[in-house]
């Protein structure tokens, strides 16, 4: 297990994670057309370095996170930043009710290799876009189990892409498209090792027929 909450206060002072997250919002200006009359929902935001990466080029923006700690420092930071378009809620899409809401766009960092249920949850990304929506998910290749070295144990080991663009398509998704978006690399065990970030873009599309 990992205590997110613990680690929330020192998230920010890892450049390499603020670097990630840059890299991931300039992947995914070029593969989605943002604006700023999309409203947008960030899922397993942290303390919301991709949001406020993203934050000029979207509407209303709600980060949601089932960390306290993690969402204390985020509310600090749009505190002391005075950004007016982006909202902290907890919500554990796995467990929690529906936001009433629905949004333009909802996109997650390095989150999905984190939840138990990933298959399961991408429905319930589905259920909470509008019509012509988009999923962003930026996470792990696939690999060998050595990416945690910190004594985290309840991940999925990365992403099979075939087998995520089954699951996405499975969930209603259309257009599901996947690029490399990072590398991280990290030493492991004395070796240098590159981990592969992908971006996955994909669109729910009304239901042909439908009125």
């Known amino acids: 297990m990992t205590n997110f909450d613990e680690r929330a206060k020192d998230w920010d002072s890892d450049p ?20 700023t009359n999309m409203t947008a929902l960030e899922y397993g935001c942290g303390t919301g370095l991709l949001s406020f990466a993203l934050q000029e ?5 709600t980060l949601a996170d089932t960390s306290q700690g993690m969402l204390d420092v985020l509310s600090e930071k749009i505190t002391a930043s005075s950004v007016t378009n982006m ?47 988009y999923l962003v998910v930026a996470d792990l290749d696939k690999e060998d189990g050595s990416f945690h070295t910190d004594g985290t144990t309840d991940v999925h080991k990365g992403f099979e892409r075939n087998e995520l663009k089954k699951w996405v398509e499975d969930a209603g998704f259309e257009n599901v498209r996947f690029s490399t978006a ?8 004395g070796k240098k090792k590159s981990f592969p970030v992908f971006l996955m873009t994909a669109q729910k599309l009304p239901v042909r027929g439908a009125s």
């Open 57 to 61: 080029d979207l509407g209303q923006i």
């Open 16 to 35: 390499k994670k603020v670097e990630r997250a840059r890299a991931v919002a300039e992947a995914i200006r070029r593969t989605i057309p943002l604006s």
């Open 87 to 133: 909202h902290p809620v907890r919500l554990d899409l796995s467990s929690d009710p529906l936001p009433a809401e629905k949004y333009h766009i909802t996109y997650s960092l390095m989150v999905l290799h984190h939840v138990h249920d990933a298959r399961g949850i991408l429905g319930r990304f589905y259920d909470v876009l509008e019509p012509h929506g």
């Open 182 to 189: 990072y590398e991280i690399k990290k030493e492991v065990n």
